[in-house]
């Protein structure tokens, strides 16, 4: 039997609500082999069509473990783009620069369904 499912990606494209984010993965390379320095170089960006909003201080403190900063967003992407975010050292958002938000202990902060996934990313501090 087929499901009758709505693609949420095509209706939020065609309402024109998408936007896209830039991931931006690194390469870590050792500078000083003596002193074991590291630097991290930064590749071509890959860019990611998603919905984003704005994470609010009610959401933070009850939906979302740790803490997490206020100018932090919450961004809906297909399933097939999680990789490049969790692979991504930055991510750049209206010239502002985030990360995916990471606990050791509960790992990334991404929330799977079953056609897309929500991501929280945090502000760098600059």
Same mark, same amino acid.
């Given at each position: 039997?087929?499901e009758?499912?709505?693609?949420?990606f095509? +209706?939020?494209?065609? #309402?024109?609500?998408? $936007?896209t984010?830039?991931?931006?993965p690194a390469?870590? @390379?050792e500078?000083?082999?003596?002193?074991?320095?590291?630097?991290?170089?930064?590749l071509?960006?890959?860019?990611?069509?998603?919905?984003i909003r704005q994470?609010s201080?009610?959401s933070?403190?009850?939906?979302?473990y740790g803490?997490?900063? +206020?100018?932090s967003? #919450?961004?809906?992407? $297909?399933k097939?783009?999680?990789?490049?975010?969790?692979? @991504?050292?930055k991510?750049k958002?209206?010239?502002?620069e985030?990360?995916?938000?990471k606990?050791d202990?509960?790992?990334?902060a991404i929330l799977?369904?079953p056609?897309?996934?929500i991501?929280?990313?945090t502000?760098?501090?600059?």
């Open positions: 039997m087929r009758n499912r709505v693609d949420i095509d +209706l939020l494209r065609q #309402e024109g609500k998408l $936007e984010i830039f991931a931006y390469i870590t @390379a500078t000083d082999p003596t002193e074991h320095t590291t630097s991290k170089n930064f071509s960006p890959f860019s990611v069509k998603a919905f994470v201080a009610e933070v403190y009850w939906k979302y803490q997490i900063p +206020l100018k967003i #919450e961004v809906i992407v $297909e097939k783009d999680v990789s490049l975010i969790k692979s @991504a050292e991510i958002y209206n010239d502002e985030y990360k995916v938000t606990d202990v509960k790992g990334f799977e369904r056609d897309y996934a991501i929280i990313l502000i760098k501090n600059v």
